[in-house]
């Protein structure tokens, strides 16, 4: 025959994303954020940021050309995880904690599971929950902020302290914390990105945030149920990058609607528990992992229902 028939599994219509193109505009989208941090913390925060993306494609490199694999760097998840484990860390961290952590991100995390699509929690998170349970003081150092103080604005407000930072301050990125979590407003500007491109979805940001927000409105007060501030809540912290940057991990969140939907509960409720009646005042952090941890199991139970199957049963029956 001259011609040949190739028959394969399904999907037959491949759309035009690549792992590739999705991980770019990935990069995109943290670009203001990693701005602002920049601006507001100096250099010291863009070299914390650039050695961790360095130190993420060399771990991923020679990983794969020792075990004799294909090199996938080009791909760009390791830059990926390098930004978000840079921008997940202050940007006083001593210089070699950042390499530590890229190397448990790539290697421990990611390719100990068989790399990309394959590692069950988010690679950057893992290694920042690594680096705090190991050095719990440098990570939760913060650069003083126009002289004013160091501590970030959860914990102010866990302290009940006051001189809070304004909501324009922590709109704007004025505050102490980590290097990607201050400016929510560069936040907003990435995720819009992401959304008008199609790579995410408002479900999972959307009721992260709103868990949080209605969580934290009745029981985060000083003076009793209904009297906390979810404003404050929503603009303070690592809430913003989390839900829109990790919380819509592919790999490592549920695949259906309904899944993403409890995914995304599971993350408030549980952010809320930490900050509120925690010992930690943020929780973002470990509530996305324990959700991922979760995500095999959503997905089992929310997984749809095969065409015929309940018609094959009555049938066998």
């Known amino acids: 025959m001259q011609y040949k028939l190739y028959v394969s599994h399904s999907p037959h219509i491949a759309g035009g994303d690549s792992v ?56 760009m998840s390791a830059v990926v995880t390098g930004l978000l484990l840079g921008m997940n860390l202050p940007a006083s961290i001593p210089l070699w904690m950042p390499v530590i952590g890229s190397f448990f991100a790539i290697i421990i995390v990611k390719q100990f599971f068989g790399g990309l699509g394959h590692n069950f929690m988010n690679p950057a998170l893992g290694a920042r929950a690594f680096l705090l349970a190991s050095w719990a003081l440098p990570m939760t150092t913060f650069p003083i902020v126009d002289a004013v103080s160091s501590a970030t604005p959860l914990a102010a407000y866990a302290e009940n302290a006051g001189n809070l ?78 839900a829109i940057f990790m919380a819509t991990d592919y790999t490592t969140t549920p695949f259906t609607p309904k899944g993403q939907i409890l995914f995304a509960l599971g993350c408030g409720i549980i952010t809320v528990l930490i900050r509120i009646w925690g010992g930690y005042p ?3 952090s470990y509530s996305i992992l324990l959700m991922n941890v979760a995500t095999p199991l959503i997905d089992r139970v929310c997984k ?14």
Request: aromatic share 8%.
């Open 20 to 75: 590739q193109k999705i991980m770019l505009h990935v990069i995109i989208a943290l670009l203001p954020a990693l701005l602002a941090g920049c601006l507001v913390f100096g250099s010291r925060a863009l070299l914390v940021v650039l050695l961790c993306v360095v130190s993420c494609m060399i771990f991923e490199g020679l990983w794969q050309k020792i075990l004799k694999k294909p090199v996938t760097i080009s791909d």
């Open 165 to 242: 930072p304004t909501y324009l301050d922590l709109f704007f990125g004025n505050v102490g914390g980590c290097i990607g979590e201050t400016s929510a407003l560069a936040l907003l500007l990435g995720g819009a990105y992401l959304l008008i491109m199609g790579v995410i979805r408002l479900r999972v940001p959307v009721i992260f945030i709103a868990t949080v927000a209605l969580g934290t409105w009745i029981f985060g007060g000083h003076n009793g149920l209904f009297t906390g501030d979810p404003l404050y809540q929503i603009l303070s912290g690592g809430l913003m990058l989390g």
């Open 282 to 284: 943020e929780g973002v």
């Open 304 to 317: 749809p229902r095969r065409y015929g199957t309940s018609l094959l049963k009555k049938e066998v029956a």
